[in-house]
């Protein structure tokens, strides 16, 4: 059994403004094996992209990682100092961004963005990079690959933009690659393109993939495990299919019972998630859905619920109550 | 209390109780209303009203809206005598009927003209050509003057509900704003159909004073709704309403909008990308691509049975939230082209797996392949290419 690539443990960072503290991830743990896709689900606010900026050490300037650990590679990124951290950004570990022009600078030609790329992380001749930028075109398909280096970024649509993204997150052959929100301005279409490209990718080059999404539909499309986070936790995690098949915490399956079912056009009335999401400067006490969850006891107010086998919830623990459909199957 | 523009205007001294005569069908009678609906003979395909299968049938089965042939361009750059200017093509050429009490689902890529489209309906832009039957009244030649009175039958709800609110004006304002603008009602009625408007769309009336800021995303949105029905408006155009909020906020919203069609008898112009919602709550949809309506069906129709290769081709782009549905088909080729330049013949042969020579050289139109649904493709409905299709 191989070891995990990343391994993350009991991460915390907050925001500090003339507010006070905004506690954006409260503890995360979780683990990326080797060319695993792994999902991060969540709503805005869940602390889904800051738990993936910490790991980047990309925070703003008001962000503070206060404990934890992110091992990579056996080696703990939040002891790095600037220069390797810098080093292993975009070397060994890559980004996307979901919106691929405010990451892409709007005066050079997209060739010289991606070939500046491959020269700052590999000793390689000027003609060298640039027939590396042609290859890694190619492998993201983009149509014209030799004339394509000369555009503009604003001359390509969305989804080429995107490609442009993802071949210079590749330009090192890194052995992470976090994809945050990477689908989210594109078109159907255009997403079923991007998330095919990236899923034979990550089989293809042995790559492990961290995708950031809010779309369950995208999470349960490509990824092998899920993380399901709220009010910076983690709430639930496990298999794809088991989580899909049956969640155990009832966010997870109030997110779910919340889309439409696609099979089914009866005009039933939706199942909404009533209430909305805590202030993470005020974060409650207890579980951090209590407030909206329908199974509430005073426990659960009350204290901050451990994880029961991948479930964040007292529902789960050995002697709670037993409620249909959460801790029992639901009468056949 | 019937819709006509007389009856609108004498009421506009007082205040407008939120529901009233919504509920009746009788009122929208084309006699009570006394306004012309579309002879037969505008309908494209001539014989009769071309939706009349499978139509509800009602008192008044004339639609709320008609858009006959409408186009929508704009003329890009060019050198400095305003030569060679390019032209898009946004909306280009779209035959359309919003039937009353009905939501129409309307789909598509971004770049298809869905939201020019809304836009051109509201005169938000100046129609390039076609017509635009708005209670049987073409409203695309109207001026200003004149378009007024039906300014506030047709409401919009837009995507972002940060950037549509003014930050400057409290709730209160923002919700009075168009009664004021239309002339209705003194300063206390106004504040009192907040207070009412506010209790409609589940916010707390205490929070009239307060500024757009101190709201969540779902509650600015529930803000914008108020706004938009404030005037008991005929039709509300709801652009991408929901796709700036969160999936458990997103139900809430939907939820509060069908219930409000429900109680003030409203229409709905539904355009989205999320094709999961759109078939939720659509009683009809319309797909378009490259400034044209390609299908139109009621929303199990479209479903089911498909019929344009595009619809197709959307339908099995869907995420869908299920990890044992492992979908074989290859994802859609290309990207929409420009508008600027649109293919001859039919505008998706581009990217589409069935175009022939005859796709190339033939626009299709948008026909009947039966009970209603209509689709712009010239194998629509033929088992043999759709079979193969599959295969």
């Not at chain 2, 509920?23 to 579309?38: M, Q």
């Amino acid at each position: 059994m191989i070891g995990p690539i990343l391994s993350v443990r009991d991460l915390r960072t907050s925001f500090f403004s003339q507010r006070g503290e905004v506690q954006a991830v409260r503890g995360v743990s979780f683990d990326v094996a080797p060319a695993e896709m792994l999902g991060i689900v969540g709503e805005s606010g869940s602390g889904k992209s800051i738990t993936c900026m910490s790991i980047l050490r990309l925070l703003k300037a008001n962000g503070r990682i206060k404990s934890g650990e992110a091992l990579f590679d056996g080696r703990d990124l939040f002891k790095l100092d600037e220069d390797e951290m810098r080093d292993l950004r975009g070397n060994d570990i890559a980004v996307i961004f979901q919106d691929p022009m405010t990451s892409l600078n709007p005066t050079l030609t997209v060739g010289e963005q991606v070939i500046e790329t491959i020269l700052r992380h590999r000793r390689l001749t000027r003609a060298q990079a640039r027939q590396r930028a042609i290859e890694l075109f190619e492998l993201v398909r983009i149509p014209s690959a030799t004339a394509r280096l000369k555009s503009y970024p604003h001359e390509f649509s969305g989804g080429m933009r995107q490609r442009v993204m993802i071949a210079m997150a590749l330009s090192c052959d890194p052995k992470l690659l976090i994809a945050d929100e990477p689908t989210t301005a594109l078109d159907v279409t255009i997403q079923r393109q991007i998330l095919m490209l990236l899923k034979e990718l990550q089989t293809r080059l042995g790559m492990a993939v961290i995708l950031i999404t809010h779309d369950l539909g995208v999470i349960a499309e490509v990824t092998d495990h899920i993380v399901v986070m709220y009010g910076g936790m983690v709430m639930e995690q496990g298999n794809v299919r088991d989580l899909f098949a049956r969640p155990r915490h009832p966010y997870t399956q109030g997110l779910l019972a919340a889309v439409p079912d696609l099979r089914d056009d009866t005009h039933h009335r939706l199942t909404p998630i009533p209430g909305s999401p805590p202030d993470m400067a005020h974060p409650p006490e207890g579980c951090p859905f209590a407030p909206r969850c329908p199974h509430t006891m005073q426990q659960c107010v009350a204290a901050m619920p451990p994880l029961f086998d991948g479930a964040r919830c007292w529902l789960q623990h050995p002697e709670a109550p037993r409620v249909a459909g959460v801790n029992e199957l639901e009468p056949a | 209390m019937n819709h006509s523009i007389a009856n609108r205007a004498a009421s506009t001294g007082g205040h407008l109780p939120l529901d009233a005569g919504r509920l009746g069908e009788g009122v929208r009678s084309p006699d009570a209303t006394g306004t012309n609906h579309p002879p037969p003979h505008l309908s494209p395909q001539g014989g009769g009203c071309r939706l009349q299968f499978g139509c509800v049938p009602v008192t008044d089965t004339a639609p709320l809206v008609s858009l006959r042939n409408l186009h929508k361009h704009f003329h890009l750059g060019g050198n400095l005598l305003g030569r060679n200017r390019a032209v898009l093509r946004a909306v280009d050429g779209v035959d359309l009927d919003i039937r009353r009490g009905e939501t129409l689902g309307l789909v598509g890529e971004s770049g298809c003209g869905k939201s020019t489209l809304a836009r051109t309906l509201i005169r938000l832009y100046q129609p390039t050509s076609g017509e635009m039957l708005f209670d049987g009244t073409d409203i695309a030649p109207l001026s200003e003057r004149t378009l007024a009175p039906f300014r506030s039958r047709m409401q919009m709800i837009f995507q972002d509900p940060y950037a549509s609110l003014n930050g400057r004006m409290t709730v209160r304002d923002l919700i009075a704003e168009p009664l004021e603008i239309a002339r209705i009602g003194t300063p206390q009625t106004r504040t009192e159909r907040v207070f009412e408007l506010l209790k409609r769309v589940g916010l707390n009336p205490d929070h009239a004073t307060r500024f757009a800021h101190e709201f969540s995303g779902g509650q600015r949105q529930r803000i914008g709704i108020a706004r938009a029905i404030a005037l008991n408006p005929d039709l509300v155009i709801c652009d991408e309403p929901i796709s700036a909020l969160d999936v458990s906020i997103q139900a809430q919203v939907v939820n509060m909008l069908e219930d409000l069609q429900d109680e003030l008898g409203l229409t709905y112009l539904f355009i989205t990308h999320d094709l999961s919602m759109v078939r939720h709550i659509s009683d009809r949809i319309g797909v378009m691509y490259l400034g044209r309506i390609v299908e139109l069906a009621s929303n199990h129709d479209l479903y089911v049975r498909p019929s344009h290769p595009y619809t197709r081709a959307l339908l099995a782009s869907i995420p869908v939230p299920d990890p044992t549905v492992r979908r074989e088909s290859e994802p859609m080729r290309g990207e929409i082209p420009s508008p600027i330049d649109i293919p001859s013949g039919c505008r998706f042969r581009t990217r589409c797996p069935l175009a022939t020579e005859l796709c190339a050289a033939q626009e299709p139109p948008l026909r009947d392949i039966g009970g209603g649904h209509l689709a712009a493709c010239h194998y629509a409905g033929d088992t043999a290419m759709q079979t193969g299709q599959a295969a």
